[in-house]
């Protein structure tokens, strides 16, 4: 397998930067699935101002920023240093917002003040075993937090650990990531195994247009 670091790395060069506004004129907001202005936003959370959030893989910060910008204490973590760069960047001054390079399962069994949520937009729990990441998740949740994630829908036939592959220039080969994908009955068993409760996992249809590919979330608690 690729070093993550460098994947993720390569994977934010070809990365569009989000949108100074988007349809509503907001210059911050919060976007579950690969489609713009499209889907449910932070209320998933269920977290008021105040509240202390994870996003793990927060990316180039977008999702992390909206949540700082109502009043969450907002912190993202990501393996990749350039995908942090743009973040802090783009989003430098924002009050409440702490963004951190690190491995998302070492980041949680380090963490000791714990969290009313922890989130994923295509993120670390696409990438990093359940079976290391659930539970891990799930001791850093305070009583009643939310773990919310969101990734594309299994391609049928195709569960558990898949590859999935970067791609660099033409003349190279592409880097190599693992993936878990599961069914939503299946997401829910396995948090369910993990001592999760309230366990909902619902395919989001695509917008209209000539996309058909929906966006599976994922939302449970403590």
């Not at 997401?187 to 195994?193: A, I, P, S």
Request: proline share 8%.
């Amino acid at each position: 397998m690729t070093d993550t670091a460098i994947a993720w790395d390569t994977y934010s060069q070809q990365r569009p930067e989000r949108r100074p506004t988007n349809a509503r004129g907001e210059t911050t907001w919060f976007n579950w699935t690969q489609y713009p202005d499209h889907g449910p936003g932070a209320e998933l959370l269920e977290v008021d101002a105040g509240s202390r959030v994870l996003d793990l893989g927060c990316g180039k910060g977008g999702n992390a920023a909206h949540l700082a910008a109502i009043g969450v204490q907002a912190v993202g973590i990501d393996v990749s240093p350039k995908q942090l760069a743009a973040a802090r960047e783009r989003w430098a001054g924002t009050p409440q917002l702490h963004f951190h390079q690190a491995d998302a399962v070492r980041f949680l069994q380090q963490d000791r003040v714990g969290f009313d949520a922890v989130y994923s937009v295509y993120g670390a729990v696409w990438f990093v075993d359940p079976a290391l990441l659930l539970p891990a998740a799930r001791e850093r949740l305070r009583p009643g937090g939310r773990l919310v994630f969101s990734q594309r829908p299994p391609v049928e036939g195709c569960y558990g650990c898949q590859a999935s592959y970067i791609p660099r220039g033409p003349d190279d080969e592409p880097l190599v990531v693992k993936r878990w994908d599961f069914e939503p009955a299946d997401w829910e068993t396995l948090l369910e195994e993990h001592g999760y409760a309230n366990v909902e996992a619902t395919v989001l249809p695509a917008p209209p247009g000539n996309r058909t590919t929906g966006t599976l979330i994922v939302r449970a608690s403590a």
